[in-house]
């Protein structure tokens, strides 16, 4: 008994330890700025940017302007993500979408707020829905086929629920 309950012990502690660990090139695609480049381009990713986080939030959408798309929740204790994109103009002409995900899930959030921010960031540029990034990978999120239930700078919080900002 005692080293059955050792041994699930250890096996827990085994998925937990990897839990905060995210790929280098999630990362990368996370925290690189998207930044359009004229009105027509802006218009375009941010009605792609709309169509993302209805497709994959499980929160319905609270809020949908010209600079902020952002859903309902977290609910208490739950792991789904809840949304804040924001646009933003720049004094060049451009303008910067910014990409902010977090949950309250005392386990971490489902799905990881990097890959859903890596996710986002490549569908908003041009990554067809269900085709291939370039590089060859697949998208890092699946739309949960529900229905639709940051700032300039972007944050995402951490595996343990902590903001960091990008």
């Known amino acids: 008994m005692k080293k059955s309950l050792l041994a699930m012990l250890c096996v827990a502690a085994a998925g937990c330890s990897t839990q905060g660990q995210v790929d280098p090139d999630v990362m990368q695609i996370a925290t690189t700025p998207l930044t359009c480049s004229n009105k027509t381009e802006c218009d375009v990713w941010w009605q792609r940017a709309q169509a993302w986080v209805s497709s994959h939030s499980k929160y319905k959408i609270e809020a949908s302007t010209e600079t902020l798309i ?28 910014g990409f902010a995900a977090h949950c309250d899930g005392s386990m971490g959030c489902k799905p990881n707020p990097w890959e859903a921010g890596a996710d986002f960031k490549q569908y908003v540029r041009g990554a067809a829905a269900g085709a291939q990034p370039s590089g060859g990978k697949p998208p890092l999120t699946e739309p949960n086929g529900a229905h639709p239930d940051a700032m300039q700078g972007q944050s995402i919080p951490a595996a343990n629920n902590e903001a960091v900002t990008q």
């Open 70 to 97: 952002q859903t309902a929740g977290p609910d208490g204790g739950k792991r789904a993500l809840a949304y804040q994109i924001t646009r933003a103009a720049n004094p060049d002409g451009t303008a910067t979408i």
